[in-house]
């Protein structure tokens, strides 16, 4: 049997390398989509047989030292850090961004002008004199209704004497 390259789909092997019942009507049976080789059966000395490779990265020193530091930290539950690459050079990219704005803010607080220095301090004044406010008004809604009451009483009290005194 020929292909269309005219080269036959099975080797011809030597009778001895042959099983009984796979010739039918001088066609080889077929098994499976591939064809079984015939060297797996041991008894063919004519054939090569194939050696399985060596893979060099398995048999490299840092390989193997990386494989049982994986597995000792497997065996104690550490999980490697298994980050993309984009996320670590995104993560990089940040660091060195916050870094650099650190290093702009230290630049410009030493080359501050007396006049900046000045306008910030009053600025810094005119914050904590509006905190002290906001403070005051907050303890006074926070105060209890009676003693507002008490406090306003007073207030129309005084306002009373003093329209009194002045008629």
Do not use: W
């Not at 047989?49 to 060596?54: A, E, G, Q, S, Y």
């Not at 060195?96 to 630049?107: G, R, S, T």
């Not at 301090?121 to 403070?135: A, D, M, N, S, T």
């Amino acid at each position: 049997m020929t292909t269309m390259f005219r080269y036959p789909v099975f080797p011809i092997l030597p009778d001895h390398c042959l099983d009984q019942g796979e010739l039918r009507e001088g066609l080889p049976r077929v098994r499976s989509i591939m064809a079984q080789p015939d060297y797996m059966d041991g008894d063919c000395d004519e054939l090569i047989k194939p050696k399985k490779l060596i893979n060099p990265v398995k048999t490299s020193r840092n390989h193997q030292d990386l494989h049982r530091e994986l597995l000792m930290n497997q065996k104690r539950g550490l999980a490697p850090l298994n980050k993309p690459e984009l996320q670590k050079v995104m993560e990089k990219r940040k660091r060195d961004q916050v870094l650099k704005a650190q290093k702009e803010e230290q630049e410009a607080h030493k080359k501050r002008s007396d006049l900046e220095i000045e306008l910030m301090k009053r600025q810094q004044k005119l914050e904590q004199l509006e905190l002290e406010q906001q403070k005051d008004e907050e303890e006074q809604e926070n105060t209890p209704e009676f003693v507002k009451m008490k406090s306003n009483l007073r207030r129309t009290k005084q306002e009373a004497e003093e329209q009194e005194h002045t008629t």
